[in-house]
């Protein structure tokens, strides 16, 4: 068996961006983090930290709608909808 780090593709608004999956190590980190946080800006600069750190580019956060944001980290999460 060969295991390949997880690659997708994000049309954002017309441009492409390849994202990875994180690995658990980073999911718990995550996790770990935004559990701790008190406010919503706190939650969405973890949100950010973790996006740009799988491919976003950082200028790009900023720019998406918030759904889109949720959308993109449910499935870099891996969450059913």
Do not use: W
């Not at 969405?44 to 944001?69: M, Q, Y």
Request: glycine residues 4%.
């Amino acid at each position: 068996m060969k295991l390949l780090k997880s690659v997708f593709e994000v049309d954002l608004y017309g441009e492409v961006i390849k994202m990875t999956k994180p690995t658990h190590k980073e999911v718990v980190a995550y996790q770990d983090r935004v559990t701790a946080c008190t406010e919503t800006k706190e939650i969405f600069a973890e949100i950010e930290g973790l996006l740009v750190s799988l491919g976003l580019p950082k200028d790009k956060f900023n720019d998406l709608e918030t759904e889109h944001i949720y959308e993109i980290l449910d499935l870099v999460l891996g969450k059913k909808k």
